[in-house]
Protein backbone atom coordinates (compact mmCIF):
# COMPACT_ATOMS: atom_id res chain seq x y z
CA UNK A 1 0.00 0.00 0.00
CA UNK A 2 2.94 2.33 0.71
CA UNK A 3 3.75 1.65 -2.62
CA UNK A 4 0.51 2.76 -4.21
CA UNK A 5 0.80 5.94 -2.41
CA UNK A 6 4.01 6.62 -3.70
CA UNK A 7 2.95 5.75 -7.20
CA UNK A 8 0.20 8.05 -7.38
CA UNK A 9 1.40 10.91 -5.85
CA UNK A 10 4.24 10.83 -8.01
CA UNK A 11 2.77 10.71 -10.93
CA UNK A 12 0.37 13.64 -9.72
CA UNK A 13 3.06 15.54 -8.93
CA UNK A 14 4.19 15.25 -12.38
CA UNK A 15 1.25 15.16 -14.62
CA UNK A 16 1.12 18.24 -17.10
CA UNK A 17 -2.21 19.04 -17.58
CA UNK A 18 -5.82 18.10 -16.35
CA UNK A 19 -6.52 15.45 -18.34
CA UNK A 20 -3.88 13.61 -16.84
CA UNK A 21 -5.05 14.21 -13.72
CA UNK A 22 -7.96 13.25 -14.39
CA UNK A 23 -6.91 9.93 -15.82
CA UNK A 24 -5.24 9.22 -12.41
CA UNK A 25 -8.25 9.46 -10.50
CA UNK A 26 -9.71 7.08 -12.03
CA UNK A 27 -7.08 4.99 -12.18
CA UNK A 28 -6.85 5.39 -8.71
CA UNK A 29 -10.61 6.15 -7.39
CA UNK A 30 -12.74 5.22 -10.10
CA UNK A 31 -15.20 2.30 -9.78
CA UNK A 32 -12.23 -0.08 -10.40
CA UNK A 33 -9.80 2.01 -9.50
CA UNK A 34 -6.73 0.46 -7.38
CA UNK A 35 -7.54 1.97 -4.29
CA UNK A 36 -11.48 1.19 -4.60
CA UNK A 37 -10.50 -2.51 -5.45
CA UNK A 38 -8.58 -2.92 -2.60
CA UNK A 39 -11.14 -1.11 -0.49
CA UNK A 40 -13.91 -3.78 -1.58
CA UNK A 41 -10.73 -6.51 0.13
CA UNK A 42 -12.04 -5.32 2.83
CA UNK A 43 -15.38 -7.13 3.77
CA UNK A 44 -13.05 -10.45 2.80
CA UNK A 45 -10.68 -9.42 5.86
CA UNK A 46 -10.50 -10.72 9.38
CA UNK A 47 -12.13 -7.95 12.23
CA UNK A 48 -8.38 -7.19 13.19
CA UNK A 49 -6.98 -6.78 9.55
CA UNK A 50 -10.01 -4.52 9.02
CA UNK A 51 -9.71 -2.19 11.58
CA UNK A 52 -5.87 -2.08 10.52
CA UNK A 53 -6.32 -1.78 7.00
CA UNK A 54 -9.74 0.20 6.72
CA UNK A 55 -8.29 3.64 8.17
CA UNK A 56 -5.29 3.61 6.35
CA UNK A 57 -7.00 3.13 2.77
CA UNK A 58 -9.06 6.03 3.72
CA UNK A 59 -6.68 8.14 4.58
CA UNK A 60 -4.47 7.29 1.52
CA UNK A 61 -7.93 8.18 -0.01
CA UNK A 62 -8.07 11.36 1.34
CA UNK A 63 -4.47 12.10 0.66
CA UNK A 64 -4.51 11.13 -2.88
CA UNK A 65 -7.96 13.43 -3.49
CA UNK A 66 -6.22 16.08 -1.75
CA UNK A 67 -2.98 15.77 -3.74
CA UNK A 68 -5.28 16.00 -6.92
CA UNK A 69 -7.70 19.40 -5.77
CA UNK A 70 -4.23 20.76 -5.08
CA UNK A 71 -2.56 20.03 -8.60
CA UNK A 72 -5.62 20.94 -10.17
CA UNK A 73 -5.16 24.64 -8.41
CA UNK A 74 -1.64 24.49 -9.15
CA UNK A 75 -2.24 23.99 -12.87
CA UNK A 76 -4.83 26.83 -13.12
CA UNK A 77 -2.37 29.11 -11.36
CA UNK A 78 0.14 28.31 -13.84
CA UNK A 79 -1.94 28.82 -16.62
CA UNK A 80 -3.11 31.81 -15.84
CA UNK A 81 0.17 33.24 -15.01
CA UNK A 82 0.83 31.98 -18.39
CA UNK A 83 -1.93 33.97 -20.18
CA UNK A 84 -0.69 37.02 -17.88
CA UNK A 85 2.65 37.08 -19.32
CA UNK A 86 1.46 36.17 -22.82
CA UNK A 87 -1.42 39.16 -23.00
CA UNK A 88 0.57 41.68 -20.77
CA UNK A 89 1.11 45.45 -22.76
CA UNK A 90 2.42 48.72 -21.21
CA UNK A 91 -0.65 50.71 -20.63
CA UNK A 92 2.38 53.31 -19.86
CA UNK A 93 3.43 53.69 -24.04
CA UNK A 94 2.14 56.48 -25.42
CA UNK A 95 -0.66 55.83 -27.95
CA UNK A 96 0.19 55.64 -31.72
CA UNK A 97 0.21 59.63 -32.79
CA UNK A 98 -2.20 58.99 -35.36
CA UNK A 99 -4.37 57.25 -32.57
CA UNK A 100 -3.91 60.06 -30.44
CA UNK A 101 -7.53 62.17 -28.97
CA UNK A 102 -7.81 65.95 -28.46
CA UNK A 103 -9.98 67.56 -26.12
CA UNK A 104 -12.70 69.49 -28.05
CA UNK A 105 -12.04 73.15 -27.56
CA UNK A 106 -15.52 73.50 -26.01
CA UNK A 107 -14.84 71.05 -23.51
CA UNK A 108 -11.48 72.67 -22.94
CA UNK A 109 -13.29 76.06 -21.87
CA UNK A 110 -16.04 74.42 -20.58
CA UNK A 111 -13.61 73.01 -17.93
CA UNK A 112 -11.68 75.93 -17.84
CA UNK A 113 -14.52 77.84 -16.95
CA UNK A 114 -15.65 75.17 -14.24
CA UNK A 115 -12.51 75.80 -12.73
CA UNK A 116 -13.00 79.66 -12.65
CA UNK A 117 -16.13 79.98 -11.04
CA UNK A 118 -15.51 76.60 -8.71
CA UNK A 119 -13.09 79.30 -7.00
CA UNK A 120 -15.38 81.86 -6.15
CA UNK A 121 -17.66 79.12 -4.82
CA UNK A 122 -20.19 78.51 -8.11
CA UNK A 123 -21.46 74.19 -8.10
CA UNK A 124 -22.04 73.18 -11.19
CA UNK A 125 -25.95 72.41 -11.99
CA UNK A 126 -27.72 70.47 -14.90
CA UNK A 127 -30.78 70.47 -16.48
CA UNK A 128 -31.94 67.97 -19.79
CA UNK A 129 -31.80 69.21 -23.39
CA UNK A 130 -35.93 68.24 -24.01
CA UNK A 131 -37.28 70.76 -21.58
CA UNK A 132 -40.95 71.68 -21.16
CA UNK A 133 -42.47 74.97 -22.36
CA UNK A 134 -42.65 75.80 -18.71
CA UNK A 135 -39.06 75.69 -17.38
CA UNK A 136 -37.71 77.29 -21.02
CA UNK A 137 -40.07 80.22 -21.40
CA UNK A 138 -42.99 80.77 -18.72
CA UNK A 139 -41.38 80.09 -15.01
CA UNK A 140 -38.63 82.86 -16.44
CA UNK A 141 -41.18 85.01 -16.92
CA UNK A 142 -41.97 84.63 -20.96
CA UNK A 143 -45.56 83.78 -21.13
CA UNK A 144 -47.23 82.34 -24.07
CA UNK A 145 -47.63 85.31 -25.75
CA UNK A 146 -44.27 87.10 -25.54
CA UNK A 147 -42.08 88.06 -28.80
CA UNK A 148 -39.07 86.07 -26.98
CA UNK A 149 -40.63 82.49 -27.66
CA UNK A 150 -40.53 83.25 -31.33
CA UNK A 151 -37.23 85.56 -31.47
CA UNK A 152 -35.56 82.29 -30.10
CA UNK A 153 -36.37 79.85 -33.32
CA UNK A 154 -37.58 77.47 -30.88
CA UNK A 155 -37.48 73.64 -31.60
CA UNK A 156 -40.68 71.95 -30.36
CA UNK A 157 -41.41 68.50 -30.31
CA UNK A 158 -44.65 67.08 -30.97
CA UNK A 159 -47.20 65.55 -29.48
CA UNK A 160 -49.39 62.55 -30.23
CA UNK A 161 -52.81 63.43 -32.28
CA UNK A 162 -55.41 64.50 -30.10
CA UNK A 163 -53.05 65.32 -27.27
CA UNK A 164 -52.68 69.02 -27.12
CA UNK A 165 -51.05 69.88 -23.64
CA UNK A 166 -47.97 71.98 -24.94
CA UNK A 167 -45.23 70.36 -26.77
CA UNK A 168 -41.33 69.85 -25.25
CA UNK A 169 -38.96 72.10 -26.77
CA UNK A 170 -34.90 71.77 -27.58
CA UNK A 171 -34.14 74.10 -24.19
CA UNK A 172 -33.23 77.43 -26.06
CA UNK A 173 -31.01 78.26 -23.11
CA UNK A 174 -29.48 77.14 -20.00
CA UNK A 175 -31.78 79.45 -18.02
CA UNK A 176 -34.34 76.56 -17.59
CA UNK A 177 -31.59 75.09 -14.83
CA UNK A 178 -31.62 78.69 -12.78
CA UNK A 179 -35.84 76.98 -11.94
CA UNK A 180 -33.95 73.72 -11.47
CA UNK A 181 -31.58 74.36 -8.92
CA UNK A 182 -33.92 76.82 -7.31
CA UNK A 183 -36.62 73.83 -6.98
CA UNK A 184 -34.05 71.66 -5.94
CA UNK A 185 -31.99 73.45 -3.38
CA UNK A 186 -33.91 76.70 -2.61
CA UNK A 187 -31.76 79.67 -1.25
CA UNK A 188 -29.15 80.42 -0.73
CA UNK A 189 -27.69 79.38 -4.70
CA UNK A 190 -24.03 80.17 -6.01
CA UNK A 191 -24.20 77.56 -9.06
CA UNK A 192 -23.13 78.02 -13.08
CA UNK A 193 -25.22 75.58 -15.50
CA UNK A 194 -22.69 74.88 -18.33
CA UNK A 195 -24.41 72.66 -21.28
CA UNK A 196 -25.60 72.52 -24.83
CA UNK A 197 -29.07 74.77 -26.35
CA UNK A 198 -30.60 74.78 -29.64
CA UNK A 199 -31.98 77.69 -32.01
CA UNK A 200 -32.92 76.83 -35.68
CA UNK A 201 -29.78 79.30 -36.65
CA UNK A 202 -27.24 78.76 -39.15
CA UNK A 203 -24.18 81.05 -40.34
CA UNK A 204 -20.41 81.73 -39.49
CA UNK A 205 -21.35 82.42 -35.69
CA UNK A 206 -24.51 80.76 -35.68
CA UNK A 207 -25.01 76.90 -34.99
CA UNK A 208 -28.23 74.91 -34.26
CA UNK A 209 -26.63 73.27 -31.61
CA UNK A 210 -24.58 75.39 -28.95
CA UNK A 211 -23.56 75.75 -25.15
CA UNK A 212 -23.91 78.27 -22.98
CA UNK A 213 -23.02 78.39 -19.09
CA UNK A 214 -25.65 80.08 -17.15
CA UNK A 215 -24.48 81.46 -13.81
CA UNK A 216 -26.85 82.26 -10.61
CA UNK A 217 -26.31 83.60 -7.18
CA UNK A 218 -28.82 83.90 -4.70
CA UNK A 219 -28.77 85.08 -1.20
CA UNK A 220 -30.34 88.19 1.00
CA UNK A 221 -28.12 90.76 -0.21
CA UNK A 222 -26.74 90.12 -3.32
CA UNK A 223 -26.73 93.18 -5.80
CA UNK A 224 -25.12 93.70 -9.22
CA UNK A 225 -21.92 94.45 -7.96
CA UNK A 226 -21.43 91.29 -6.86
CA UNK A 227 -22.45 90.21 -10.25
CA UNK A 228 -19.74 93.03 -12.21
CA UNK A 229 -17.14 91.50 -9.33
CA UNK A 230 -17.86 87.90 -10.33
CA UNK A 231 -17.70 88.91 -14.19
CA UNK A 232 -14.21 90.79 -13.70
CA UNK A 233 -12.45 88.41 -11.98
CA UNK A 234 -13.80 86.08 -14.53
CA UNK A 235 -13.02 87.38 -17.46
CA UNK A 236 -9.14 88.03 -16.16
CA UNK A 237 -9.23 84.79 -15.20
CA UNK A 238 -10.53 83.09 -18.44
CA UNK A 239 -8.29 85.40 -20.78
CA UNK A 240 -5.39 85.28 -18.72
CA UNK A 241 -4.59 89.28 -18.60
CA UNK A 242 -4.28 91.06 -15.16
CA UNK A 243 -6.65 93.66 -16.09
CA UNK A 244 -9.93 93.91 -17.85
CA UNK A 245 -12.52 96.98 -18.61
CA UNK A 246 -16.06 95.58 -19.04
CA UNK A 247 -18.64 97.89 -19.98
CA UNK A 248 -22.34 97.16 -18.68
CA UNK A 249 -25.24 98.17 -21.22
CA UNK A 250 -28.56 98.53 -20.09
CA UNK A 251 -30.68 95.81 -21.82
CA UNK A 252 -33.60 93.86 -21.84
CA UNK A 253 -34.48 90.15 -20.21
CA UNK A 254 -38.01 89.15 -19.63
CA UNK A 255 -36.41 86.81 -16.73
CA UNK A 256 -33.95 89.74 -14.76
CA UNK A 257 -34.78 92.93 -14.01
CA UNK A 258 -32.72 95.88 -14.42
CA UNK A 259 -30.96 93.65 -17.14
CA UNK A 260 -27.72 94.40 -18.67
CA UNK A 261 -25.57 92.88 -21.20
CA UNK A 262 -21.37 92.93 -21.03
CA UNK A 263 -19.35 93.62 -23.57
CA UNK A 264 -14.97 93.53 -22.75
CA UNK A 265 -12.50 96.41 -24.19
CA UNK A 266 -10.81 94.74 -27.04
CA UNK A 267 -8.44 95.34 -29.79
CA UNK A 268 -8.48 93.66 -33.27
CA UNK A 269 -4.80 95.16 -34.19
CA UNK A 270 -3.72 92.98 -37.29
CA UNK A 271 -6.78 90.69 -37.02
CA UNK A 272 -6.01 89.22 -33.71
CA UNK A 273 -7.93 89.81 -30.69
CA UNK A 274 -6.69 91.30 -27.92
CA UNK A 275 -8.45 91.51 -24.46
CA UNK A 276 -7.84 94.44 -22.66
CA UNK A 277 -7.01 97.08 -24.33
CA UNK A 278 -7.81 98.91 -27.54
CA UNK A 279 -10.89 101.03 -29.10
CA UNK A 280 -13.67 98.13 -29.62
CA UNK A 281 -16.29 96.18 -27.72
CA UNK A 282 -17.27 92.84 -27.70
CA UNK A 283 -20.58 91.44 -26.03
CA UNK A 284 -19.91 87.99 -24.42
CA UNK A 285 -23.29 87.81 -22.34
CA UNK A 286 -26.83 88.35 -20.82
CA UNK A 287 -27.32 89.55 -17.18
CA UNK A 288 -29.30 90.84 -14.38
CA UNK A 289 -30.72 90.72 -11.40
CA UNK A 290 -33.36 87.57 -11.33
CA UNK A 291 -37.02 89.00 -11.51
CA UNK A 292 -38.96 88.55 -8.36
CA UNK A 293 -41.67 86.01 -11.01
CA UNK A 294 -38.57 84.19 -11.62
CA UNK A 295 -37.56 83.23 -7.98
CA UNK A 296 -41.20 83.09 -7.13
CA UNK A 297 -41.62 80.14 -9.93
CA UNK A 298 -38.56 78.26 -8.43
CA UNK A 299 -40.61 78.46 -5.39
CA UNK A 300 -38.18 81.27 -3.63
CA UNK A 301 -39.25 84.23 -1.67
CA UNK A 302 -38.37 87.37 -3.88
CA UNK A 303 -38.99 89.70 -0.12
CA UNK A 304 -36.59 87.36 1.45
CA UNK A 305 -34.16 86.32 -1.27
CA UNK A 306 -32.65 88.52 -4.13
CA UNK A 307 -29.41 87.41 -6.61
CA UNK A 308 -28.01 87.83 -9.92
CA UNK A 309 -28.19 85.80 -13.18
CA UNK A 310 -25.99 86.00 -16.49
CA UNK A 311 -25.69 83.47 -19.34
CA UNK A 312 -22.39 83.04 -21.85
CA UNK A 313 -22.52 81.61 -25.18
CA UNK A 314 -19.32 79.09 -24.24
CA UNK A 315 -19.31 78.40 -28.13
CA UNK A 316 -18.46 82.12 -28.74
CA UNK A 317 -15.43 82.98 -25.77
CA UNK A 318 -13.56 79.92 -26.71
CA UNK A 319 -13.29 81.23 -30.42
CA UNK A 320 -12.51 84.59 -29.07
CA UNK A 321 -9.33 83.07 -26.72
CA UNK A 322 -8.22 80.51 -29.32
CA UNK A 323 -8.63 82.11 -32.52
CA UNK A 324 -11.17 80.47 -33.97
CA UNK A 325 -13.00 82.04 -37.11
CA UNK A 326 -15.71 79.76 -37.84
CA UNK A 327 -18.37 78.12 -35.28
CA UNK A 328 -19.72 75.88 -37.85
CA UNK A 329 -16.02 73.53 -38.06
CA UNK A 330 -16.99 73.08 -34.50
CA UNK A 331 -19.92 70.56 -35.08
CA UNK A 332 -18.14 69.09 -38.36
CA UNK A 333 -15.84 66.48 -36.84
CA UNK A 334 -12.63 66.91 -39.50
CA UNK A 335 -9.66 65.69 -37.75
CA UNK A 336 -7.35 67.93 -39.13
CA UNK A 337 -9.46 70.49 -37.85
CA UNK A 338 -9.28 68.84 -34.50
CA UNK A 339 -6.32 68.25 -34.36
CA UNK A 340 -5.21 71.74 -34.94
CA UNK A 341 -7.59 73.39 -32.46
CA UNK A 342 -7.44 70.35 -29.56
CA UNK A 343 -6.10 70.11 -26.68
CA UNK A 344 -3.87 67.60 -24.57
CA UNK A 345 -5.76 64.94 -23.14
CA UNK A 346 -3.09 65.23 -20.17
CA UNK A 347 -3.31 68.80 -19.57
CA UNK A 348 -6.48 69.74 -17.38
CA UNK A 349 -7.40 73.10 -17.09
CA UNK A 350 -6.83 74.37 -13.07
CA UNK A 351 -6.06 77.59 -11.45
CA UNK A 352 -2.77 76.87 -10.04
CA UNK A 353 -1.43 74.82 -13.07
CA UNK A 354 -2.44 77.05 -15.49
CA UNK A 355 -5.84 77.17 -17.51
CA UNK A 356 -4.52 76.97 -21.05
CA UNK A 357 -1.06 75.92 -22.26
N1 LIG B 1 -30.78 83.35 -21.39
C1 LIG B 1 -30.21 84.52 -22.01
C2 LIG B 1 -29.89 84.20 -23.48
O1 LIG B 1 -29.85 83.07 -23.84
C3 LIG B 1 -28.96 84.98 -21.33
C4 LIG B 1 -29.20 85.46 -19.92
C5 LIG B 1 -29.11 84.58 -18.88
C6 LIG B 1 -29.50 86.79 -19.66
C7 LIG B 1 -29.32 85.02 -17.56
C8 LIG B 1 -29.71 87.23 -18.38
C9 LIG B 1 -29.62 86.36 -17.34
O2 LIG B 1 -29.65 85.08 -24.28
Redesign the pocket.
Known sequence: MSDLRETYLKAIAGAGDEATLEALRVQALGKKGEISLAMRELGRMSAEERQEAGPRLNALKDEINSALAAKKQGLADAALDERLRGEWLDVTLPARPRRQGTIHPVSQVTEEVTAIFADMGFAVAEGPQIESDWYNFDALNIPGHHPARAEMDTFYTHRADGDDRPPHVLR????PV?IRAMQMQGAPIRVIAPGR?YRADYDQTHTPMFH?V??LAIDRDISMANLKWVLEEFVKAFFEVDAVDLRFRASH?P??EP?AEVDIRCSWEGGTLKVGEGDDWLEI????MVHPHVLRAGGIDPEQWQGF???MGIDRIAMLKYGIPDLRAFFDSDLRWLRHYGFSALDQPTLHGGLSR
Open positions: THTSQVQEGFFTSLGSGAFG
